[in-house]
């Protein structure tokens, strides 16, 4: 999941959201040359040490003076040029830098205090940003800039302003304007509460030695019973998964997966459904039939119309395929169950894993043995390092947590950008795996900054985490190569957002590659991951990939449905099992409330459809490497250059062209879903 702490509402406050937070614009950086040449110590980042009551002055000291800026802005009356408006603009972007992390701090950071005054600041923030995109004295400047003899960036920087702010309401009479703004701060504080009671709520199952056969031996040394004999087991993933696809006990299956499916519940429940109809009310004062129309406004897929056919489409295209891995997976469950009618969801990871090990030889306990994370952390650098010819080096600074490590990319001997890796889990922090662009890098100014929070074992991992790796890693380096513009509204991840899951997806694709698996998963005694084992994981890999994507298809309707509806008329338990029965290949599971701990519902609202619309673009990019080798350096650079490198400074589609040497095509990704 990409974090990229965009506020959804105008493009002025992604500018200034994107920018991330470093030192002071007037601290120097010690130079390569000044530090051993294996480690950084370069000054940059956040103080992490920081108390909430300090964080708290540095927000309010850093908005005072960025809203002084903008008054400045607003006031100003020579003539509008690029470099009068946006220089004095991206100023102020420099200012919000200070307090970039608060973003990321809210999710990560273990002090409480800190978490709830990041949250605080966060909403400042947002508000302040909202005020940006409502001002008329600001549209005018940007409207007053002569765009003869800009380039074609700088114009596509320009016209896209213009229409985020006529998107934000700017043509709007005061008191619709003040309205607007009212409802974005409240949107922002509920969406806050919502995910903060999902991050929260970590729920137990109890349970006994003796139902926790199947389970590796690491596994089971790991959840030895108290002095009751009791055992419990988490709904975090290092528990979570293991039991769901290795655990024999039914019955333990089903209670942790109904434990996972109620988080946030019930107060989610209520909390959702204020967070849509804000959003609703919202969106019919712009002017827009509903929140989906809102927000689809300037993607590539343009509108709720072009993805539900895209969803379509592909539901369509797998559909013979996910009935022939359903039957297989019922015709498996009747060796346990002959009564079974339908296969559940908390059976579905344990019964593909079955016939994995029955039909395809394949042993995914044998799999994990290759797949120690230290391993897996150093070889996704070397394939970073071999792919794109740059060397990751430990950054020696301060960070939030003992846990957490810090890295510096360099290129040529010189930095290009820096990260924090907080990869095990803990109580409160974010549950999931997700990537946060701290700082986006400015051509000659500043390098990217990024972290990403992940909940992974210490010890040995499925290779389905090892892909979950790779691809937030994909969201890191698109950060680390995309500081390639001088202007913030053009730099860093600043394409159309139903692009940016692309890239990472596409960089899954090596963790299939026997060359690449080689490299660096090897077992206890160090002896390299078999061919033959590979090959077998690679036969199977497609196995109910026709299904998991059938589920998919599924989050995507539920967030498109949610945000489509009139609040009025949306029951979002009936809404939930309608949806379930149409595209999920799993009934509904009675008590259960999946919404409200489906996190995308806040940060992607309608537009869950992009992990399908990008996947479909990144098979089309994929498609250069299939043909031409995955290891072809020339590729990679044209891709880093053409693609990553591009940012924002052109629309995602024409880079794509750009790389392939056509336009783009969603047909590559149907074609793979029709031959399963």
Not at 14 to 33: F, I, N, Q, R, Y
Not at 265 to 287: D, F, V, W, Y
Not at 611 to 639: C, P
């Given at each position: ?88 603009y991206d100023d102020m972007g420099r200012t919000l830098q200070k307090m970039q992390h608060v973003w990321h701090m809210k999710s990560v950071h273990p002090d409480a205090a800190v978490r709830d005054t990041a949250t605080a600041c966060a909403e400042q923030y947002s508000d ?371 692009f940016v899951e692309a890239p990472s997806q596409m960089l899954e694709e090596w963790i299939w590659d026997l060359e690449t698996l080689q490299s660096f998963a090897t077992n206890a005694e160090g002896q390299p991951i078999p061919a033959e084992l590979v090959e077998k994981m ?139």
């Open positions: 999941m990409l974090n990229r702490n965009v506020f959804t509402f105008t493009a002025i406050a992604t500018a200034l959201v994107l920018s991330g937070c470093a030192k002071d614009a007037s601290t120097p950086e010690p130079s390569v040359a000044e530090t051993p040449a294996a480690v950084s110590t370069a000054v940059d980042g956040w103080d992490y040490s920081m108390p909430a009551d300090q964080l708290a002055a540095l927000c309010d000291q850093t908005l005072e003076t960025a809203k002084s800026q903008f008054a400045a802005i607003e006031a100003d009356t020579s003539e509008a040029t690029l470099e009068s408006v946006y220089g004095a302040f940003a909202s005020g940006i995109g409502l001002s008329r004295a600001f549209y005018n400047r940007v409207a007053a800039i002569d765009t003869v003899g800009l380039t074609d960036s700088e114009r596509l920087m320009v016209n896209n302003q213009l229409r985020s702010f006529r998107q934000a309401g700017v043509d709007k009479d005061e008191a619709t304007r003040d309205k607007v703004r009212a409802l974005r701060k409240e949107i922002t504080e509920i969406g806050n509460r919502f995910d903060q009671a999902i991050r929260e709520d970590t729920r137990y199952v109890e349970t006994t030695a003796d139902a926790l056969d199947g389970l590796p031996q690491d596994y089971l040394d790991a959840h030895q019973p108290d002095e009751n004999g009791v055992i419990r087991i988490s709904t975090d993933y290092p528990d979570y998964f293991p039991v769901m696809r290795y655990g024999h006990n039914d019955d333990l299956r089903k209670a942790l997966s109904e434990a996972r499916l109620t988080i946030g519940s019930p107060q989610n429940g209520e909390t959702l459904k204020e967070l849509i109809a804000k959003r609703h009310e919202l969106a019919q004062l712009l002017g827009y039939e509903n929140f989906a129309a809102y927000s689809m406004d300037g993607m590539m897929i343009e509108n709720p119309a072009n993805a539900k056919t895209f969803l379509d489409e592909v539901g369509v295209a797998l559909k013979k395929a996910a009935e022939k891995d359903l039957s297989i997976l019922l015709e498996r469950q009747h060796q346990i169950d002959p009564s079974a009618e339908r296969i559940q969801v908390w059976q579905s990871s344990y019964l593909s894993n079955l016939v994995r090990e029955e039909q395809y030889a394949l042993d995914s306990k044998q799999v994990r043995e290759y797949f120690a994370f230290d391993k897996v952390q150093q070889g996704i650098f070397d394939l970073t390092e071999s792919l794109f010819g740059v060397e990751i080096v430990p950054w020696q600074t301060q960070t939030w947590h003992e846990d957490v490590t810090a890295w510096e990319v360099r290129e040529n001997g010189e930095a290009i950008g820096r990260f924090y890796l907080d990869m095990h889990p803990r109580e409160n922090k974010y549950k999931h795996a997700a990537h946060w662009t701290l700082r986006s890098g400015l051509k000659g100014e500043q390098v990217p900054l990024s972290g990403l929070a992940t909940n992974f074992p210490k010890g040995l991992m499925e290779h389905n985490q090892v892909e979950t790796f790779l691809h937030e890693f994909g969201h890191l380096l698109h950060n680390m190569f995309s500081g390639t513009q001088e202007w913030f509204d053009i730099t860093g991840m600043s394409m159309e957002r139903d690679n036969r199977a890999r497609y196995f109910t990939t026709a299904m998991n994507t059938a589920q998919q298809i599924f989050y995507a309707n539920i967030s498109l449905a949610f945000y489509s509806t009139d609040p009025a008329e949306l029951d979002l338990l009936a809404s939930l099992q309608a949806l379930q029965d149409k595209y999920s290949p799993y009934p509904y599971m009675e008590g259960t409330y999946f919404y409200n701990n489906f996190g995308h519902l806040n940060g992607y609202s309608s537009n869950y459809y992009i992990y399908q619309w990008s996947l479909a673009i990144a098979t089309d990019l994929f498609s250069r490497f299939e043909e031409e080798g995955m290891r072809n350096a020339k590729v990679a650079k044209e891709y880093r250059d053409l693609v990553l490198g591009s940012a924002g400074s052109k629309p995602a589609a024409q880079f794509v062209e750009a790389f392939l040497g056509r336009p783009f095509s969603t047909q590559a990704y149907i074609d793979l879903l029709s031959n399963l």
